[in-house]
């Protein structure tokens, strides 16, 4: 076992060289000829019209409007389940335009005094530098007489100031805004149908895919110039691979795979209360440590490179004094400061071995094995199970049960009774329950135990010993397993897990999932992720393919 | 620390009037304070919805799930509890456990037993799954699956609700400020039971100084406000511009896209109206702690429910929903403890633990008193609008005689996700359109321990149009596995 080592927070890795660079030019060029490559079918899905996310579009008006986080962080636009804008949604958004508007930032791009007469040269010159900027495209003619239209409208009843504002409002809520709208443009050597995504339109692909927001002034500039093609746009990913808005991307993205913000099916760290008789410790300061301490994990592994298998392997951990306590680490930071540490190998080995899952995937009083297991499965595997019947949801499962003898039942035991009788339930829980046995050492705060102590539903306590023997059955890593750490190290070899992975980043890119053009694409993508184990190099991967690259419109 | 003390009843009558808090709501409220737009119909029916997710508070000793015939309401010996029934089966209402804080307003209310979400359970996988619950108890409608933008697997009815039914209906009659005011009490809950239309989710407002904003703010108060009128011309200004944007994308959208766009120019147009029809309105409403946090329910909920009062009162809509999220009230007593997870819903799957053969016997009355705390809390919320519409008169008799206001959640029993035998509490009669004071058991089993009926929420849903004064035949999804189309029986 490694000894304790404790690093500065500051010493943080700088991103080395990957793969993505030498085995990214799988095609060469030629000509005008598509760069596609090698055994990936030149096809795309069709391009949808989608709203940016509540997130994206936060910090597009942050990064539009040259804004610091705490400035928008009060602007809260719906997502509309559907897809369909509510009222509210479209309400919210004219109230954010408003607000945003009433900050003053945009009427810096102004080049005359806004609080004089102005002009509607100066006005029309606000429109075209704000608006290109905005719109994420030069503005368009059409676009110019329409805002201009605005200005000299509003500009009959209202101030200049308050005339610009007019503007800027109506741009802050514009379709070109507010949804990404993609009209490609033809190329030479494309199949019928089949249209480049414009340098414009890539642009913001990447900066949405990579960043969550709009591009910069770089990314424009390369848009402007076409260099988002071949070698350009793989420099341009790398460029922004390398940005700390990638690292914040990913620690989203990666926490969105464990879901760790809640879904309908279970809570988020936040929510995740512990019972306060059993863990006194447990309080929101504890778990906002509880969700740092994994975004920091990510965060660094994504800085060494983005292994996946270091996602499930490493020891490394960033802990204050309450978290090294959670941990057992000794020697550790105490109370508010923080350091990496290495925990202990035996117990620890990356994500889903952190408290952070562990916690949210657990019942306030007791560890919930059905939840961990279907968590592996379902986030990690991307294997769906039918709903649970509703009598299913949520039964308690104590611990310490008595079986008729009045022999005191596990956790485990209890289980396996309630769920292997029937073949119904069976069917599911042989696969789930052997996953989540594994994680049997930790307790329902991620604590790790060498026996488990509970209290049984008559309110006697007990102990009883942990079996964590378990299996993947029916994955690709199938076989069998003794303990989370030895199951963290199947996950962070299996190539199933890398193909969810893979699968996961079109949501991320495209917000839709595979389309049925993209099936080579995909492949590409899950190949490059597999023979490389990076994620850097599943994004570039995605970047580089068809998928990206090119578009369908849809049915008229 | 209590952020709420400013908007409790007697703010409002602050508020409203300026004086007298000892007399009632009326007296401060009527004459000049209270506003009605231009060419209003002079006396306007109202429906209110009170909807509480995750189910009433019944339960049921056996672990089975459940299916068509089986009582899960608590009745037998074998049944455990059930908190919401009447404590009479048979016409002469006797209000159950949770309904104690309705007792003064009993001759005006209307409890209806033994009525299905028949369009629930016809689609619902286990013949109840919250999902499929919550998109059809108001729509009645077929609803489809499909994935939204984040990759969760939802359920989206394919038919509005009725509450927006009647809001696009009595919005075309006599145009209004907002076809519905539409707030919520936030937490926990598996997707809004209200549409406006097929897979079109209502979104309602969980903020209460944005909800207040919203529906209040943009109020006169009768004096001359130019700084309001200038903050509305410019925002006519802006709509304008901005639906010339979307305008101009329509002729380049596929027909999917098209979808997106052209809604967005009518929510556009809306809000425009919005602006436009609330210059016509005078009216002195509430004032609101903006500082209250979504997350606060127990202040939450009583500031929502002021704001429909004072948007009924003012005359800003004649629509209103309040969604209330499952959760736990932590601020009442909680003898039961904790529960699987932080929500409201977790309380109810551990009913039948509770039960006589449960692991939790022994905490039954613990569980009891939580369950009766938990959604006696949001029968006050309807009982405080109840109360507030009923201090109002109009007419022959009070605002709340020309209302219908109802209750209902997505479930009765929400251990088992029955959407057999609904909570279904109806106040006020729509003008007299409804006989109160009763409770209506459509239950025909003979058997106390069987459960049969043929009545559905489309059928009460059909008859509420009636009572608008709409003449439909039927509301919802046409399906040969619906009991009986048409109104329901013995309302009148």
């Known amino acids: 076992m490694r000894s304790l080592s404790v690093w500065a927070a500051a010493a943080l890795v700088a991103c080395t060289s990957t793969s993505e660079d030498v085995t990214g030019s799988a095609s060469k060029p030629n000509g005008t000829a598509p760069d596609v490559p090698a055994g990936v079918t030149l096809d795309a899905a069709p391009s949808a019209l989608h709203p940016l996310t509540p997130a994206q579009y936060r910090r597009t008006m942050r990064d539009l409007l040259g804004l610091a986080d705490a400035d928008v962080a009060s602007i809260k636009i719906p997502t509309d389940a559907g897809g369909i ?267 889903a071995t952190r408290a952070a899952f562990l916690l949210v995937y657990a019942n306030p009083d007791i560890p919930s094995p059905i939840r961990r297991g279907s968590a592996v499965w379902r986030e990690f595997m991307c294997t769906t199970f039918p709903p649970p019947p509703p009598a299913a949801m949520d039964v308690m499962i104590k611990g310490g049960e008595t079986d008729p003898s009045g022999k005191p039942l596990s956790i485990r035991q209890t289980v396996t009774a309630k769920t292997m009788l029937d073949p119904v339930c069976m069917s599911c829980h042989q696969k789930v329950n052997p996953t989540g046995f594994a994680f049997g050492h930790y307790d329902a705060l991620g604590q790790w135990q060498d026996k488990e102590k509970g209290v049984s539903p008559a309110g006697v306590t007990y102990t009883a010993d942990i079996d964590t023997t378990g299996d993947l059955m029916g994955s690709d890593v199938a076989g069998p397993l003794d303990g989370a750490v030895a199951l963290s190290a199947k996950l962070a070899t299996s190539r199933q897990v890398k193909d969810c992975l893979a699968s996961r980043t079109w949501r991320a890119a495209f917000a839709r999932d595979v389309g049925d053009e993209e099936a080579t694409s995909l492949k590409y993508v899950q190949d490059r992720l597999a023979a490389s184990g990076s994620l850097r190099d599943a994004l570039v991967g995605l970047i580089d393919s068809p998928a990206f690259q090119y578009m369908r419109k849809g049915t008229p | 620390m209590k952020r709420g003390t400013n908007f409790g009843r007697r703010a409002f009558l602050r508020a409203a009037g300026g004086f007298a808090l000892a007399l009632p709501l009326l007296e401060a409220t009527h004459g000049d304070s209270w506003g009605k737009p231009k060419n209003a119909a002079p006396i306007a029916k109202r429906f209110i919805v009170v909807f509480r997710h995750g189910g009433t508070a019944s339960n049921v000793q056996r672990y089975e799930i459940g299916k068509l015939g089986d009582r899960l309401d608590g009745t037998g010996p074998e049944q455990g509890h059930d908190l919401w029934a009447p404590k009479d089966p048979g016409e002469t209402l006797v209000l159950g456990p949770i309904h104690a804080a309705l007792e003064a307003h009993k001759s005006k209310l209307l409890l209806l037993s033994g009525v299905d979400n028949a369009a629930g359970v016809l689609q619902s996988p286990y013949l109840g799954d919250h999902r499929w619950a919550n998109s059809t108890i108001m729509t009645s409608a077929k609803a489809t699956e499909s994935t939204d933008a984040a990759g969760n697997q939802i359920v989206l009815a394919q038919g509005p609700s009725l509450d927006q039914v009647l809001a696009q209906r009595l919005s075309a009659q006599n145009a209004l400020p907002f076809p519905s005011v539409n707030v919520m009490v936030d937490g926990h809950q598996y997707g809004t039971p209200f549409f406006s239309g097929p897979a079109r989710p209502v979104n309602s407002e969980t903020n209460p100084g944005k909800a207040f904003d919203t529906y209040l703010g943009g109020v006169g108060s009768g004096t001359p406000n130019p700084e309001l009128v200038r903050r509305q011309a410019m925002g006519v200004s802006v709509l304008d511009g901005v639906m010339d944007g979307y305008k101009a994308l329509q002729p380049k959208l596929s027909s999917q896209d098209r979808q997106v766009v052209d809604a967005h120019l009518t929510q556009l147009s809306e809000l425009e109206r919005r602006i436009k029809t609330l210059q016509t309105v005078t009216c002195t409403p509430i004032t609101v702690d903006h500082g209250v946090q979504d997350a606060d329910a127990e202040h939450v909920g009583p500031i929502m429910v002021d704001i429909i009062l004072a948007a009924m009162r003012c005359g800003l809509t004649q629509v209103a929903t309040l969604e209330l999220a499952d959760i736990i009230t932590h601020w009442l007593p909680t003898p039961f403890g904790d529960v699987a997870f932080d929500i409201g819903h977790s309380l109810h799957h551990v009913a039948s633990d509770c039960g006589a053969k449960g692991t939790q016997f022994a905490k039954q009355q613990q569980w009891l008193d939580e369950m009766v705390a938990n959604r006696g809390w949001c029968i006050g919320l309807f009982q405080r609008l109840l109360a507030g519409l009923d201090s109002v008169p109009e007419g022959n008799g009070t605002m709340l005689d020309n209302t219908l206001m109802l209750y209902t959640s997505e479930f009765s029993n929400g251990s088992f996700h029955s959407e057999n035998n609904m909570p279904l509490l109806l106040a006020g009669s729509a003008g007299g359109a409804f006989r109160t004071g009763r409770h209506l058991n459509f239950n025909t089993a003979t058997d106390p321990l069987a459960y049969q009926s043929k009545t559905g929420t489309h059928n009460l849903f059909t008859s509420i149009l009636n009572a608008f004064g709409f003449p439909d035949a039927h509301f919802g999804v046409d399906d040969p596995g619906l009991g009986f189309k048409g109104p329901m029986p013995g309302l009148v």
Not at chain 1, 112 to 130: H, N, P, R
Not at chain 1, 141 to 152: A, S
Not at chain 1, 157 to 180: H, I
Not at chain 1, 213 to 232: I, R, T, V
Request: with cysteine; charged share 25%; glycine share 8%.
């Open chain 1, 85 to 351: 804008p509510s009222l509210l949604t479209v309400s919210k958004l004219d109230d954010a335009a408003t607000q945003l508007t009433a900050l003053g930032a945009h009427r810096k791009l102004a080049t005359c005094d806004v609080g004089g007469s102005g002009s509607t040269e100066c006005a029309t010159k606000f429109i075209t530098d704000f608006g290109s900027k905005a719109f994420r495209h030069p503005v368009t003619p059409d676009e110019v007489t329409w805002l201009t239209g605005i200005y000299t409208s509003a500009r009959l009843s209202f101030s200049f100031a308050d005339s610009l504002d007019v503007v800027a409002r109506v741009m802050l809520q514009s379709p070109q805004v507010v949804y990404v709208h993609e009209e490609g443009e033809p190329a030479d050597g494309l199949p019928a149908g089949l249209l480049a995504v414009t340098q414009y339109e890539l642009a913001s692909r990447l900066s949405y895919f990579l960043w969550d927001s709009m591009p910069d002034d770089a990314l424009f500039a390369a848009a402007a110039q076409k260099q988002l093609k071949g070698d350009g746009l793989r420099a341009q990913a790398k460029r922004m691979l390398d940005d700390p808005r990638a690292r914040t991307k990913i620690v989203e993205f990666m926490t969105a795979w464990m879901e760790l913000d809640g879904t309908a099916r279970h809570v988020s760290i936040e929510e995740a209360v512990k019972d306060p008789a059993r863990f006194p410790g447990d309080n929101p300061a504890l778990r906002a440590a509880v969700r740092r301490e994994t975004q920091e994990l990510v965060g660094r592994v994504w800085e060494q490179g983005g292994k996946v298998d270091a996602l499930f392997t490493s020891t490394d951990a960033y802990v204050n004094g309450p978290l090294a306590a959670l941990y057992g680490v000794k020697n550790g930071p105490t109370g508010d400061a923080w350091a990496w540490v290495t925990l202990p190998a035996d117990q620890r080995a990356g994500i």
